[in-house]
T-cell receptor, first 115, second 116 residues
Framework: DAGVIQSPRHEVTEMGQEVTLRCKPI?????LFWYRQTMMRGLELLIY????????DSGMPEDRFSAKMPNASFSTLKIQPSEPRDSAVYFC?????????????FGPGTRLTVL | AQSVAQPEDQVNVAEGNPLTVKCTYS??????LFWYVQYPNRGLQFLLK??????LVKGSYGFEAEFNKSQTSFHLKKPSALVSDSALYFC??????????????FGTGTRLLVSP
């Protein structure tokens, strides 16, 4: 398996622009997670899905952030409009209820820089 | 709710010496415990996990961790550190007593620096 795939790996944009981050989970996994990592706040869970349905979005910072999972193999995290404080590394992870301990498998991340 | 603490922001060790990265946890039921490693500009990689059974768990790259229920700890260890072990290490926990599916709770991370 190719593992969790994220694109783009790097994104540089200007304040006010829309940013879309993409994730393809491991085939067969039914849970998908979006995390954000910064020096100041560490690793934060933003939202997670089960069977393409959002379960907990309490970590989403504000209405500028939205996430979708139109099918089992694709999810997006959108920021509109972007702000410099959104600069961070965004990770996607997936897992399956079938795994004994629900360990999560992480993608390589997208490094977002908002100027 | 479950929680995990990594009391050290950074651990320094000389190459060849043993290393320990500390983790303590809090759960209502039985813990499922994990260690992940993050190398620069990379995602988190799974190292090892404890579900049940032997208190000493062996994982990737020669790492092991010891589950201690009385001390609610799950310290990561390696007998002989390598410079290439330098990375950010995360401990994580989920609580088996909670109903349904639970998200992992991650610690704040410990940076390991191994000097030549």
């Amino acid at each position: 398996d190719a593992g969790v795939i994220q694109s783009p790996r790097h994104e540089v944009t200007e304040m006010g622009q829309e940013v879309t981050l993409r994730c393809k989970p491991i085939s067969g996994h039914d849970y998908l997670f979006w995390y954000r990592q910064t020096m100041m706040r560490g690793l934060e869970l933003l939202i997670y899905f089960n069977n393409n349905v959002p379960i907990d979005d309490s970590g989403m910072p504000e209405d500028r952030f939205s996430a979708k999972m139109p099918n089992a193999s694709f999810s997006t995290l959108k920021i509109q409009p972007s702000e410099p404080r959104d600069s961070a590394v965004y990770f996607c992870a997936s897992t399956s209820r079938g795994l004994a301990a629900h360990e999560q498998f992480f993608g390589p991340g997208t490094r977002l820089t908002v100027l | 709710a479950q929680s995990v603490a990594q009391p050290e922001d950074q651990v320094n060790v000389a190459e060849g010496n043993p290393l320990t990265v500390k983790c303590t946890y809090s759960v209502s039921g039985n813990p499922y415990l994990f260690w992940y490693v993050q190398y620069p500009n990379r995602g988190l990689q799974f190292l090892l996990k404890y579900i049940t059974g032997d208190n000493l768990v062996k994982g990737s790259y020669g790492f092991e961790a010891e589950f201690n229920k009385s001390q609610t700890s799950f310290h990561l260890k390696k007998p002989s550190a390598l410079v290439s072990d330098s990375a950010l290490y995360f401990c994580a926990v989920r609580d088996s007593a909670e109903p349904g599916f639970q998200k992992l709770v991650f610690g704040t991370g410990t940076r390991l620096l191994v000097s030549p």
